[in-house]
């Protein structure tokens, strides 16, 4: 095959993935946007958007890999029914998911707090916002992960080329929606 | 208890943890550095709301780019492919691919930011947006195509499968660059 047919065997197959991912990526923006007044309230809270954008692609990317290979081996069914590796899977990812985005609130508020010139909010109003919001990602990225992912593989579809395009989709549309309900929440509750 | 948990071996989830929480800790200390230029570019943003609107695409297209070349490259060297020879043909093709793919993905985002200015009422022309977006895109583009082959070398080198972590490393710190350069960009054009 000559380059030029390479490119644009490459170009092709890659193009409709990232225009979803871009979809995605300027729906969050549009939420992003929003969010940028609650600023003044919460000092910080523009310091854990990307970390706690970017730790959505780490947690559930893992997830889908794992699910993706398990469906290829034969380990695991593609349904919605009690399987011992789904749902240690499934926990380590709600484990990893909470537990991380608790820590991001965490470490924003230390490292404002250090840095000379910056300003935190208090820390259980960071940590209390990363912990609605990664709590409510983290249900909604599961079942949406498993459900695209399962009648993909139903459908004859190879899960691998799924899981990225899905996880960067939902983890940046929904990730943005219940950051701000978590910011409406905590400012409402604390 | 110890025999079921043994038999599920690496699907156990207590293990996934302690393998993958280390590793989430380390990357959330790396994407902080966007998270702070974020918040310290406040002011500009707004101004420019619209600039809010590209922000995620900015942070995540990079890795997205990253990670399509760094597969491919993997790829590449499980099949035996280990030399990265600059007259080798394919490795031009996956280039200039990537190049081509953030060239088209950064005008449609240009296109895309100016379509929404007229809901939230923006003052930046499509010139500019995309001025902005294919200026910080392929930048970032380029920055994407040297670390992923630096990481998937240097991952074989060191036996490491790159899919465990060279991936997930390489688009997080393009993620940074991501943000540095959109917002550093932006600054310079709109004179901030």
């Not at chain 1, 899977?89 to 537990?99: E, K, Q």
């Not at chain 1, 916002?129 to 139903?154: D, Q």
């Not at chain 1, 899960?159 to 989709?169: A, F, R, S």
């Not at chain 2, 393009?174 to 959109?182: A, S």
């Amino acid at each position: 095959m000559s380059v030029r047919e390479d490119i644009w065997k490459i170009y092709r197959e890659s193009l409709p993935i990232l225009f979803v991912a871009l979809g995605g990526g300027l729906f969050s923006g549009i939420v992003l946007e929003g969010l940028t007044d609650s600023v003044e309230r919460f000092p910080g809270l523009l310091v854990m958007v990307p970390v706690f954008l970017a730790t959505r692609g780490n947690v559930y990317g893992a997830l889908g890999g794992r699910i993706s290979t398990g469906l290829h081996q034969g380990l695991i069914d593609p349904e919605f029914e009690y399987d011992e590796r789904l749902v240690n899977a499934v926990i380590a990812s709600l484990v990893n998911g909470i537990g991380i985005s608790i820590f991001i609130g965490f470490l924003t508020w230390l490292v404002l707090s250090v840095l000379p010139g910056w300003e935190a909010a208090q820390l259980v109003e960071l940590v209390g916002i990363m912990f609605f919001a990664g709590f409510l990602t983290s249900f909604l990225m599961i079942v949406g992960l498993l459900g695209i992912i399962f009648a993909g593989f139903n459908y004859g579809y190879d899960p691998d080329n799924l899981v990225g395009p899905i996880v960067t989709t939902l983890g940046d549309i929904f990730g943005m929606l219940f950051m701000i309900l978590s910011v409406w929440l905590v400012g409402v509750l604390l | 208890m110890a025999r079921s948990g043994s038999s599920l071996g690496s699907w156990q989830w207590q293990r996934i943890v302690r393998n993958m929480f280390p590793l989430l800790v380390v990357l959330s200390g790396i994407v902080l550095i966007a998270g702070i230029t974020l918040e310290d570019a406040e002011e500009l943003l707004n101004e420019y709301g619209l600039l809010a609107v590209m922000v995620p695409t900015m942070v995540g297209m990079g890795g997205n780019l990253g990670a399509i070349l760094s597969a491919r490259l993997s790829t590449r060297f499980h099949l035996g492919m280990t030399e990265l020879d600059p007259r080798d043909r394919d490795l031009w093709a996956n280039i200039l691919a990537i190049l081509a793919l953030a060239a088209t993905v950064f005008t449609a985002q240009a296109v895309g930011a100016y379509i929404i200015g007229f809901f939230i009422g923006s003052s930046l022309g499509l010139g500019t947006l995309l001025f902005i977006s294919l200026v910080s895109g392929m930048s970032l583009a380029v920055i994407a195509i040297v670390f992923s082959f630096a990481a998937t070398y240097v991952s074989y080198q060191l036996g490491i499968d790159p899919d465990d972590t060279t991936i997930p490393i390489v688009t997080n710190v393009v993620d940074v660059f991501g943000m540095i350069i959109f917002i550093g960009v932006s600054g310079l054009v709109l004179g901030f």
